[in-house]
Nanobody
Framework: QVQLVESGGGLVQAGGSLRLSCAAS????????MGWFRQAPGKEREFVAA???????YYADSVKGRFAISRDNAKNTVYLQMNSLKPEDTAVYYC????????????????WGQGTQVAVSS
């Protein structure tokens, strides 16, 4: 069982930055692939970024070059550094964990946090 708790959301002006954190419980965090997804009002949940257990990152085209995902296995935490934020980045951001990489990218199961709100004003 893995429990995930996100933090770091808030209100920021366009062009600004935020860093989201996701703290995970459990002793096997280092063996899990970790990801960030987001859901805007009236839209489906979409993939944002993921990082494999071996520290390989992968990004959605919409955030490539602006967002950076990283992990600290000693702290059981995964981060999402978000720069050059745009109003269209406004959403609830969710952290996910799954030992199976394809399943993580498809948001097909695994473990999920409660989400943290990010709002970007124009």
């Amino acid at each position: 069982q893995v429990q995930l708790v996100e933090s770091g959301g808030g209100l920021v002006q366009a062009g600004g930055s935020l860093r989201l954190s996701c703290a995970a419980s459990g002793r096997i965090f280092s063996s899990y692939n970790m990801g960030w997804f987001r859901q805007a009002p009236g839209k489906e949940r979409e993939f944002v970024a993921a990082i494999s257990w071996s520290d390989s990152p992968y990004y959605a085209d919409s955030v490539k070059g602006r967002f950076a995902i990283s992990r600290d296995n000693a702290k059981n935490t995964v981060y999402l550094q978000m720069n050059s934020l745009k109003p269209e980045d406004t959403a609830v951001y969710y952290c996910a964990a799954d030992p199976r990489w394809p399943n993580l990218l498809r948001a097909a199961g695994g473990y999920w946090g409660q989400g943290t709100q990010v709002a970007v004003s124009s």
